[in-house]
């Protein structure tokens, strides 16, 4: 079945520190896509990254960079010099491309960057 | 560029009334998709819609909830007897036929069963 997991629910961080936001994933397929979303308070869901199971090629977009190793199942996530606006609920999500594309989310980790 | 939009974005409704939830996916999409988040918990999925017909479902989606594309635009979610569990933020998304892995996002609904 798929699943995804967060392990990490909250973590604090000083402002400019780096932060890493852990992601492990769980699925039978063999094509599939891996994201990453940040929810602000305002509620909405704001997509950052997507990546497909073909593409373990890291990715930097500014102070954000993601590590994805099909290996460990990993897809995570840092957020280098962090902001005071990178406070927010960031949620990983899996969808396979055989089975109707439903996100499968995690459980979200939580935030806090203090100034 | 083209975005899903949602209204109302917030709803507050006693228990036991019927609420229908509005989006408006992007134009030239063919899937569409409904998830559900409670206050402090992940984001869940619902239901998935396809050629006017419902392709999959979750457990959560039971027989009070209803979806309709009721012409060329709109597509709803519809409870019939909102119970206070009911109370959660719900997304509608959307993709395209083409591109499998990408899915498009509303603001989102916050409903309020009181």
């Known amino acids: 079945a798929q699943k995804v997991t967060q392990a990490q629910t909250e973590i604090s961080v000083v402002e400019k520190e780096d932060v890493t936001l852990d992601c492990v994933y769980e699925?039978?397929?063999?094509?599939?896509?891996l994201f990453w979303y940040k929810q602000p308070p305002s509620g909405e869901l704001v997509f950052l990254i997507r990546?497909?199971?073909?593409?373990?090629q890291n990715e930097i977009s500014g102070r954000y960079s993601w590590n994805f190793q099909k290996s460990t199942s990993s897809f995570n996530f840092t957020i280098t010099a962090s902001q005071v606006v990178d406070s927010a609920v960031y949620f990983c999500?899996?969808?396979?491309?055989?089975?109707?594309?439903?996100?499968?989310f995690g459980t979200g980790t939580s935030l806090t960057v203090i100034p | 560029e083209p975005e899903v939009t949602q209204t109302p974005s917030h709803q507050v409704t006693q228990m036991g009334q019927e609420v229908i939830l509005r989006c408006v996916p992007i134009?030239?999409?063919?899937?569409f998709y409904w998830y559900r988040q409670i206050l402090g918990q992940k984001v869940e999925f619902l239901v998935s819609?396809?050629?006017?017909?419902?392709?999959?479902k979750s457990e959560i989606f039971d027989d009070q909830f209803s979806v309709e594309r009721p012409d060329g635009s709109n597509f709803t979610l519809k409870i019939r007897s909102t119970k206070l569990e009911d109370s959660a933020m719900y997304f509608c998304?959307?993709?395209?036929?083409?591109?499998?892995?990408?899915?498009?996002f509303g603001p989102g609904t916050r409903l309020t069963v009181t």
């Open positions: 134009s030239n999409h063919l899937y």
């Open positions: 990546r497909n199971s073909f593409d373990e």
């Open positions: 998304a959307s993709r395209s036929r083409w591109d499998r892995g990408e899915q498009y």
């Open positions: 999500a899996l969808s396979d491309a055989n089975t109707g594309n439903q996100f499968y």
């Open positions: 819609f396809y050629n006017n017909e419902i392709s999959e």
């Open positions: 699925t039978r397929d063999t094509t599939y896509y």
